[in-house]
Nanobody, 119 residues
């Protein structure tokens, strides 16, 4: 079955950095567009970023553009999210999802990892 195991979350001060990883299994990762989604406390899900199957095309939400970088290693079936210049508003549970910006909500997201930005 599809498994998406996210790791790398934690607590960081504003301006700090974290790198999230998503280990994928149960489907053909190398031919699947992938996305990061987050859900802040008391908020609905927010799409963060997507990358196409080959890794050559990326898109970002305006809220993270210039600070976050999505990437993937198809040989390792792993998706990444490098988060720099973190802000308080980036505090959320972060998930990885199969699909791009228009269809990421159609499948399961895995358990997510908590990112807390706090001074």
């Amino acid at each position: 079955q599809v498994q998406l195991v996210v790791s790398g979350g934690g607590m960081v001060q504003p301006g700090g950095s974290l790198r999230l990883s998503c280990a994928a299994s149960g489907f053909t990762f190398s031919t699947t567009d992938m996305s990061w989604v987050r859900q802040g406390p008391g908020k609905g899900p927010e799409w963060v970023s997507s990358i196409n199957a080959g890794g050559g095309a990326t898109v970002y939400a305006d809220s993270v553009k210039g600070r976050f970088t999505i990437s993937r290693d198809n040989a390792k079936n792993t998706l990444y999210l490098q988060m720099n210049s973190l802000k308080l508003k980036d505090t959320a549970l972060y998930y990885c999802a199969r699909g791009g910006p228009t269809n990421y909500a159609e499948g399961s997201w895995g358990q997510g990892t908590q990112v807390t930005v706090s001074s």
